[in-house]
Antibody, heavy 121, light 110 residues
Framework: QLVASGGGVVHPGKSLRLSCAASESTFQSYPMHWVRQAPGKGLEWLALISSDGAQRSFADSVKGRLTISRDNSNNTLFLQLDGLTVEDTAIYYC????????????????WGQGTLVTVSS | QSLLTQPPSVSGPPGQRITISCSGSVSNIGNNYVYWYQQLPGMAPKVLIYRNYERPSGVPDRFSGSKSGTSASLAISGVQSEDEADYHCASWDDRLSGPVFGGGTKLTVL
């Protein structure tokens, strides 16, 4: 089970930091993703981090603004997004990923319940 | 603009066979597995189909997936009212080095 937290109302230009706590010790064995969904829109993948934290990949839309990290000793995933704009208003989901034959995939399971971030002045 | 193209909406009466298409390119669907996610209203998505056509345990067998070339499809044979949801396709994109989603398809059971 994944539980995301840290959402709320944030002013434009500020930063947000989200956490995703995993209840299983297997957390450290899997890559993890952040995905967001703007109101009434589809899913947008943001970033992934490998199981050991050595590899990271980012969507072009947030590259340079987003930091993804993990603490395997505490089974927790983090996201920091800087320079927020109203276009960053969305539900942010964390999700566990997978690797097949040393390649990342588009498997996301399970998903956290999501945490709503509203960027507004 | 999503790299994977889905119809915005589909609809049909209970019992009808419904298909949802997902069109991509060589860099994503053409060279990688396709996944389908069901998102019930107000809920997080859940995986429905993985590796093109595999069903996780617990997913009814009326759901099936297929892939041909750079396109994929999700079929629901005998749609039920509880299937009303948004459906999203996804695949890894080799050019972007990340997964990509379709824009999502809203299924309405009439």
């Amino acid at each position: 089970q994944l539980v995301a937290s840290g959402g709320g109302v944030v002013h434009p230009g500020k930063s947000l930091r989200l956490s995703c706590a995993a209840s299983e010790s297997t957390f450290q064995s899997y890559p993890m993703h952040w995905v967001r969904q703007a109101p009434g829109k589809g899913l947008e993948w943001l970033a992934l981090i490998s199981s050991d934290g050595a590899q990271r990949s980012f969507a072009d839309s947030v590259k340079g603004r987003l930091t993804i990290s993990r603490d395997n000793s505490n089974n927790t995933l983090f996201l920091q997004l800087d320079g927020l704009t109203v276009e960053d208003t969305a539900i942010y989901y964390c999700a566990r990923g997978s690797v097949i034959r040393k390649r990342f995939t588009a498997w996301f399971d399970p998903w956290g319940q999501g945490t709503l971030v509203t960027v507004s002045s | 603009q999503s790299l994977l193209t889905q119809p915005p909406s589909v609809s049909g009466p209970p019992g009808q066979r419904i298909t949802i298409s997902c069109s991509g390119s060589v860099s994503n669907i053409g060279n990688n597995y396709v996944y389908w996610y069901q998102q019930l209203p107000g809920m997080a998505p859940k995986v429905l189909i993985y590796r093109n056509y595999e069903r996780p345990s617990g997913v009814p067998d009326r759901f099936s997936g297929s892939k041909s070339g750079t396109s994929a499809s999700l079929a629901i044979s005998g749609v039920q009212s509880e299937d009303e949801a948004d459906y999203h396709c996804a695949s890894w994109d080799d050019r972007l080095s990340g997964p990509v989603f379709g824009g999502g398809t809203k299924l309405t059971v009439l």
